[in-house]
């Protein structure tokens, strides 16, 4: 029989969730697109949920994890800062070990 350990991590601060998988992959969506409610659509969530989402992450995290910037002849847009990279890229590698190291625990399940 083959097992498997089913976990989510998520990294809060005292008021919020600064990331979690869902905030991550809107982060990456727009780090894509360029846009908030194009990364929105293309994750199927509602656009008022993703500004809330990133609003979140913004208000929990150090420094900013976006920049908007409004209308204009080409359209407003939001981009991620550097720091918003860098978030993205250590939450990815903190799941990636969490995961690594799920899957050598579950040996001592399938040891017994």
């Known amino acids: 029989m083959s097992y498997k350990i089913k976990s989510r991590i998520w ?10 998988e869902g905030r991550v992959h809107l982060l990456k969506a727009i780090e894509e697109t360029g846009s908030l409610s194009k990364a929105a659509k293309s994750l199927k969530i ?17 420094k900013p994890v976006t920049i ?16 918003g990279k860098s978030l993205i ?6 799941n990636k070990n969490c995961w690594a190291f799920l899957d050598k625990q579950l040996e001592k399940i399938e040891e017994i």
């Open 46 to 62: 509602s656009y008022k949920k993703a500004w809330h989402l990133i609003d979140s992450v913004n208000k929990s995290a150090k």
């Open 89 to 94: 890229k250590a939450f990815d590698d903190i």
């Open 68 to 83: 908007n910037s409004t209308g204009g002849k080409g359209g407003g847009g939001t981009e991620l800062t550097d720091y």
């Open 11 to 20: 990294i809060e601060s005292e008021k919020n969730v600064l990331l979690g």
